[in-house]
Nanobody, 123 residues
Framework: QVQLVESGGGLVQAGGSLRLSCAAS????????MGWFRQAPGKEREFVAA???????YIKDSVKGRFFISRDNAKKSVYLQTTNLKPEDTAVYYC?????????????????WGQGTQVTVSS
């Protein structure tokens, strides 16, 4: 069973940036699709970005041009670079994995989840 550990969250002022990281324990990490979701207080967990094993990328429309997903298979890690952060980006950010190499925006398409990392954007 793969394990995911997120890091990089914190408190940042509006307009600032954070780089979130997710380290995976999977032996065959390169074959996994990796995703980022977020959950704000009182709201449903929502899709943010996904990157397939063939490097195909999907990004939530509202964060396009501000958030960027990447992966380093040698380090078994996926990253979410967040820029020009807004107070409405405040949420717990979760990393998720799908061993079949592809996944879109549905939570049910991901088998494994990390514990989350808090991002707080002050105005």
């Amino acid at each position: 069973q793969v394990q995911l550990v997120e890091s990089g969250g914190g408190l940042v002022q509006a307009g600032g940036s954070l780089r979130l990281s997710c380290a995976a324990s999977a032996r065959t990490f390169s074959t996994y699709a990796m995703g980022w979701f977020r959950q704000a207080p009182g709201k449903e967990r929502e899709f943010v970005a996904a990157m397939w094993s063939d490097n195909l990328i999907y990004i939530k429309d509202s964060v396009k041009g501000r958030f960027f997903i990447s992966r380093d298979n040698a380090k078994k890690s996926v990253y979410l670079q967040t820029t020009n952060l807004k107070p409405e980006d405040t949420a717990v950010y979760y990393c998720a994995a799908n061993p079949r190499g592809w996944a879109y925006a549905m939570r049910s398409q991901y088998d494994t989840w990390g514990q989350g990392t808090q991002v707080t954007v002050s105005s």
